[in-house]
């Protein structure tokens, strides 16, 4: 394990629920000759700089997560997709450290191959942001306010996007009236939903 970072050398000696478990899938990406870098406070294993996987935990379950997931063949059905929003990530999950072992194999298949895929240059086809439902009381809303729907159409593909799925998320119109009153001014300040 020549590839070991310094920088990320706290995520694993840290107190964690899933301390055995981030070591195991620590050993299997640095088997498969990824390089390991820290991104968004987490172990991510790159190739050439790329995003390969990233080792991430959770209350209920630690994870591989696969950057571009989707495109992965999954002959194993153990790709998981977070949300129905998220478009190219996929998660294998563990609630243990023998899945790990047990899965070894696969596990390192999938980084293989999800090498591969980067090396091809392959990409996800993503959703464009005029794929997306308005919800009609957003809709309403930037029909009569033509300075909200400018700001809204100022923003980037990925902030319209996290604002449009946030809005559409509740099932009572009165919650989602809510929710896009509360965010009328970071749309009006070219802000992200959590910016």
């Not at 700089?49 to 153990?78: M, P, Q, S, T």
């Not at 190219?88 to 999938?110: C, D, G, H, W």
């Not at 400018?150 to 449009?164: D, I, K, N, S, V």
Request: net charge positive; hydrophobic share 35%; aromatic share 12%.
């Amino acid at each position: 394990m020549n590839n070991q970072n310094p920088k990320v050398a706290f995520f694993f000696e840290k107190p964690s629920k899933w301390q055995k478990e981030y070591q195991q899938m620590r050993a299997i990406a640095l088997d498969c000759g990824l390089d390991e870098d820290l991104k968004w406070g987490q172990p991510c294993y790159t190739l050439n700089g790329k995003n390969i996987v990233l080792i991430h935990g959770f209350k209920e379950y630690c994870a591989y997560l696969f950057f571009k997931g989707a495109l992965l063949k999954d002959d194993e059905h153990i790709l998981v997709q977070q949300t129905e929003q998220v478009q190219s990530p996929r998660q294998v999950r563990f609630t243990n450290v023998k899945e790990i072992m047990n899965l070894q194999k696969t596990l390192k298949a999938y980084i293989y191959e999800a090498i591969e895929v980067e090396k091809a240059g392959l990409k996800v086809k993503l959703k464009k942001t005029s794929e997306y439902p308005v919800p009609e009381e957003f809709q309403k809303k930037i029909d009569k306010n033509k300075g909200l729907k400018t700001a809204f159409h100022a923003l980037t593909p990925g902030r319209q996007r996290g604002y449009l799925f946030y809005f559409s998320q509740p099932k009572q119109s009165k919650t989602r009236e809510s929710r896009i009153q509360k965010s009328i001014p970071g749309i009006m300040s070219g802000k992200g939903l959590n910016d």
